[in-house]
């Protein structure tokens, strides 16, 4: 990669035009800072290992022009579109509206939980969409869990696009459990279209023995979806977290670990639906970086037409992290000869007493599965569809919460139905 790009591109030049306007209007070392770390790297190509299956340079002929902040008009048609809307999950709702949290739109949050509006800071990493995200993203929010606090509902985290014309939209919000806490949110991304450039960054920590689990839904049609998720574990702390891709023309999920704390443990999963000439990228890092840490990573994606799915997952267990249990699977199902799927499980152990292992297989449905369905009088789209359910659902079932499985299985029946 190299330190210097002398050629922008297009969208590069746009970019740097739009922070320079920001600074202009408000200025921030912090963004400044971040946006350098950007324009170090500049968008990222196939020369760049973690983009190595996704040119984004070469796929971004532009940067669309930042959305601004929502009018009250704006606010008030979101407000008659969310008295439409079935809701993904029961519980709160906060939404975010062009990428700013929108309080009156909010609903009252449960005892224990609150949100505050301001800058949201990270420990950097090693990305430089992240980087982008840090400098151009609005004020964002932070929920926080107080401490021993047991939510029994999940919060939701909407998403809600703004406007039919070309924009990109920037969010960043966080999640931050104190010590015991225990609490589920779920994103849910709606209404973009195919000229909205969407950059979402969600920052999560998670202090002494707090558990949350987190599921996010991509299901509206973007024609770029970059979410970044940036993770820390303390001691004792459990993150369960999963991610349904299907939509979007080019959706990137890139997910941030880093495993703190003694018997820490996470499990990551995930499930993309990918067809016509759709690009769908999950990658992930998992750093142990404490004892006894335990780490799972499960992702399934049906691919089919001329699209392209991508899983890039690696494992790092540094030296300290003795006592290490990983494993890592991925597996994929071709629905067309012209469809691909790219993937690539890494693992970089420096400690010398760890289990890790990782795995990934890529093929058709069997045939004689179908057939054998067939023979008992299914019809053959039928049979096709019953064995992708199965498939699909093995990863959602994976979340422990029949609330959220049986609306991700609705997802995943939808998209069987519309191809089936």
Not at 202 to 223: C, F, Q, S, Y
Not at 291 to 302: D, K, L
């Amino acid at each position: 990669m190299n330190a210097h790009i002398v050629n922008r591109s297009a969208a590069e030049k746009t970019l740097f035009r739009q922070f320079a306007e920001q600074q202009a209007r408000e200025p921030s070392p912090v963004r400044a800072a971040a946006f350098a770390r950007f324009a170090e790297a500049g968008l990222p190509t196939r020369r760049v290992e973690a983009w190595h299956y996704t040119d984004l340079r070469a796929a971004m002929a532009d940067a669309a022009p930042v959305l601004a902040a929502p009018t009250p008009a704006d606010i008030e048609a979101a407000r008659l579109r969310l008295a439409r809307r079935e809701r993904f999950a029961p519980g709160a709702q906060l939404v975010l509206l062009g990428g700013r949290y929108i309080g009156e739109l909010s609903d009252r949050l449960p005892d224990g939980v609150t949100v505050t509006e301001g800058a949201v800071v990270a420990v950097p990493v090693a990305d430089p969409l992240a980087a982008l995200n840090e400098a151009l993203s609005p004020s964002g929010c932070t929920i926080s869990v107080a401490r021993g606090a047991e939510i029994a509902e999940p919060i939701t985290i909407l998403h809600l696009a703004n406007g039919m014309s070309d924009y990109s939209v920037y969010s960043r919000s966080a999640i931050a459990l104190n010590a015991g806490a225990r609490a589920s949110f779920v994103e849910s991304f709606e209404g973009a279209q195919a000229r909205v450039q969407r950059h979402s960054a969600t920052i999560m920590t998670l202090a002494k023995g707090a558990k949350a689990r987190h599921v996010a839904v991509v299901g509206d049609e973007p024609g770029l979806h970059i979410e970044t998720h940036v993770c820390d574990l303390a001691d004792n702390a459990e993150l369960e977290a999963f991610g349904l891709i299907s939509g979007g023309d080019l959706t990137r999920r890139q997910i941030f670990v880093r495993m703190t704390g003694d018997e820490a443990k996470v499990s990551l999963g995930g499930l993309a639906l990918i067809d016509g000439d759709r690009r769908a990228d999950t990658t992930l890092q998992v750093v142990h970086a404490a004892p006894r840490g335990t780490s799972r990573e499960f992702y399934r994606a049906i691919v089919d037409d001329d699209a392209i799915g991508v899983f890039q997952g690696k494992i790092i267990v540094e030296r300290a992290a003795q006592k290490t249990d990983g494993a890592m699977k991925s597996q994929a199902i071709l629905l067309s000869p012209r469809a691909q799927m790219n993937e690539k499980p890494e693992l970089e152990i420096f400690a010398d007493d760890v289990v890790c292992g990782h795995g990934a297989t890529v093929a058709s449905l069997d045939p004689e599965q179908v057939f054998y369905l067939r023979s008992r009088g299914i019809p053959e789209s039928d049979a096709k569809a019953m064995l992708l359910e199965a498939f699909g659902g093995e990863s959602i079932d994976r979340i422990e919460d029949e609330l959220l499985i049986e609306a991700l299985r609705a997802r995943l029946r939808a998209w069987l139905g519309s191809r089936m």
